[in-house]
């Protein structure tokens, strides 16, 4: 098999979700020597990509989503170890969650997912986190961005939390904030001093990723 | 007969298995099965169906396929699962009719049927929505109770309490949770109508304990209320909820599950979102052994359910659950416009004809996007009750034309819908009463659906 058949071979294995088949491609391209951070770019990322804009037209939707970003997953698993840290041009590591007091996680389901499948690293701490938590995690794994979902209006208040947190513990100059969800407007972010908002998930990440480079520059 | 007992035991010792799991495998699974082994397909000429045997092979797709899903509780990570005669029984001896509100002011609440003449059930006001302070909440109040064809009142959720943001589980929650159920009957009973029923009572509850202690009788709240219990999606539930579910039953109160299907999200398109919205019917009357039941299919990127895929749901799951069952079956709307705009006036009479010509009731719902602080006037549930009462006893096939050209005035703008006003922007914030603006929108709308053979006048 070609560098190039192997490279469509796990651009489609992740498109169409089979997650076996992404294990073995990877294999095989560590087998036939191919460079590894190419496999990743070339091959999973570009059917990340894919699927990403096909949820985004609901050309399908979030269980294919899922099942995606899990094989994109199963591949990154296989090929990460052998990239030097240095070498590994993720697009920035993301720690992501539902504020306390809010049990909903389908949507923050759909931003992580996302963010993996465009070649983030995503740390998911699930729903009802503790303010705290976001930021101890956010430190441990050296997080570029915290993401905060509220589903509810009685929660996003939990979204002020953080960020109040984060300035009175003088931590907020270390991460990029971003907020989301249901009953959260662009004029709330604002006013609760997040750095960025979104309304869909594939806004999120284009969002992300113009606020990482803009802190980077 | 299932006991609410039961239900717990069912949590406690059914099949354990991974959220993750459930998700992927069980429910995403078994839902493409019964799609394609019940060849439901979605049919954009045809938002309002009158085809009876794709509503009845939607309900029974959705039996099949809750018999083999189940509930899935969160706290316990196991299947709640019912068999097919557990269902069956529960199905026929669901309450057929529930009165709500006290004196002059008291209503029955029956079941529908496709193209049924029998005025559908009209819960009117708020939908839970967000408003920023107690003044805002008694004028939107006490001018939905001024509404003559409300049955029912929806009250707006408070966010503060003396101006700190309330914080869920903290006392702030009940605290505002009091003062949800104090201001909604004071504001009603200042409009003249101290016996109607508040039907979302205890919108500012998110937790059991809140919810609990609004219901104490001090503050207001009456047996002839209504009250609710959400489900987590999809088909979920945890012990917090059911903790409500139990308080309500234990007191004997008329409740209601409510559900939102995510259109896009694991439903999957309009074919699976229409079964499970009939599934979350089944999981209501078992689970949460519901009384009344609101379903509000949602988009999961545009969050509002006027397009034409979200139309067609609305009206295939209530023309399955209205022909296979007599629950009590309530619509609930989103709109992605907001208030003082037609747009928002044509989304609502296309989702409300839909739905009631295809057999339910409905609560007038979340305008904006339900996501706005203060977007919300009178004028709205007004125009949408009126909507319901006059489609009451179309024919299924004229609903369908005025719908989809109810949709062509609005289809394009969907993505980027105007906002419109904030209940300040749009009222006289001492007597609640809408500006000329405001009023001469509802005009033009109502009167572009004269022409169109919906008649609002007839009210």
Redesign the interface.
């Known amino acids: 098999m070609s560098e190039e058949e192997l490279l469509r071979k796990l651009s489609e294995a992740v498109i169409s979700c089979d997650r076996e088949t992404v294990v073995k491609a990877a294999q095989q391209a560590i087998e036939k020597g191919l460079d590894p951070v190419k496999a990743i770019e070339k091959g999973l990322s570009k059917g990340a990509i894919v699927v990403g804009e096909k949820f ?1 037209k ?1 050309e399908i ?3 294919d989503l ?2 995606a970003a899990d094989a994109m997953k199963a591949g990154l698993d296989v090929l990460l170890p052998l990239i030097p840290k240095e070498k590994a041009s993720r697009k920035g590591t993301v720690v992501s969650g539902t504020v ?5 996680d ?1 949507g923050k389901n ?1 931003l992580a997912a996302l963010f993996s499948a465009n070649g983030f690293d995503v740390y998911d701490l699930g729903a009802d986190v503790v303010t705290s938590k976001f930021i101890e995690e956010a430190e441990k794994v050296g997080a570029d961005i915290i993401t905060l979902s509220a589903l ?4 996003i ?2 979204q ?2 953080v960020i109040d947190y984060l300035r009175e513990t003088g931590k907020r100059e270390k991460f990029i904030v971003m907020v989301g969800g ?4 662009r004029e709330w972010a604002e006013e609760i001093g997040a750095d960025g908002y979104a309304e ?1 998930a594939t806004e999120a990440v284009k969002t992300a990723l113009e606020l990482i480079e803009k802190k980077r520059s | 007969m299932v006991a609410f007992l039961d239900v717990i035991g069912k949590a406690l010792t059914g099949k354990p298995c991974s959220e993750r799991d459930y998700d992927l495998k069980i429910f995403s699974t078994k839902l493409r099965e019964v799609v394609k082994e019940y060849d439901i397909k979605y049919d954009p000429e045809n938002l309002v169906p009158s085809d009876n045997s794709l509503a009845d092979d939607i309900f029974k797709a959705a039996f099949d396929f809750y018999c083999e899903v189940g509930t899935y509780c969160k706290d316990t990570e196991r299947t709640i699962k019912f068999d097919e005669s557990e269902i069956k029984d529960r199905l026929r001896n669901a309450p057929s009719k529930i009165v709500f509100g006290e004196g002059v002011d008291a209503g029955t609440m029956v079941p529908r049927k496709p193209e049924d003449r029998t005025p559908p059930w009209r819960f009117v006001g708020a939908g839970g929505v967000a408003v920023s302070s107690e003044d805002v909440f008694m004028g939107l109040v006490e001018n939905y109770a001024k509404i003559s064809i409300a049955n029912s009142i929806t009250t707006p959720t408070l966010t503060r309490v003396n101006g700190i943001r309330i914080r869920p589980y903290s006392p702030l929650e009940i605290l505002g949770a009091i003062r949800t159920v104090a201001l909604g009957r004071e504001a009603i009973r200042r409009a003249g109508r101290p016996g109607l029923p508040i039907m979302n009572s205890i919108a500012t509850a998110d937790s059991a304990i809140a919810l609990v202690t609004g219901l104490h009788p001090e503050y207001g709240l009456r047996p002839t209320d209504g009250y609710m219990v959400a489900t987590l999606a999809e088909l979920k539930t945890n012990f917090d909820l059911l903790n409500r579910a139990c308080a309500l039953m234990s007191l004997g109160l008329p409740t209601a599950a409510i559900f939102g299907p995510i259109f896009g999200g694991y439903c999957g398109g309009p074919e699976g979102t229409a079964v499970v919205t009939v599934a979350y019917h089944l999981m209501g009357a078992l689970v949460y052994q519901a009384g009344w039941f609101l379903a509000f299919p949602i988009h999961i990127k545009h969050i509002a359910s006027s397009m034409p895929e979200l139309l067609w749901v609305a009206s295939v799951y209530a023309q399955a659950i209205s022909r296979n069952t007599h629950l009590l079956a309530l619509y609930y709307d989103y709109t992605a416009a907001g208030p003082c705009t037609k747009m928002a006036l044509y989304e609502m009479a296309a989702q409300y004809t839909a739905a009631i010509t295809s057999g339910v009731s409905m609560e007038t719902g979340g305008i904006a996007k339900g996501r706005r602080e203060d977007y919300l006037t009178p004028v709205e549930p007004r125009f949408a009750a009126e909507v319901a009462y006059a489609a009451a006893g179309m024919k299924r096939e004229d609903a369908n034309e005025i719908v989809k050209n109810l949709v062509s005035k609005y289809v394009d703008k969907i993505a980027d819908p105007p906002i419109g006003m904030k209940y300040q922007e749009c009222c006289d914030i001492k007597t609640g009463k809408p500006s000329r603006k405001c009023l001469n929108i509802y005009n033009g709308v109502r009167k572009e659906l004269k022409d169109l053979g919906l008649d609002l006048s007839r009210t």
Do not use: A, Q, R
């Not at chain 1, 306390?100 to 909903?104: N, P």
């Not at chain 1, 249901?182 to 407007?185: D, Q, V």
């Open positions: 985004d609901l939707f979030l269980t899922m099942m306390k007091g809010d049990i909903h389908i759909i509810m209006s009685s929660t208040g939990g002020k939390d249901g009953p959260t407007t869909t």
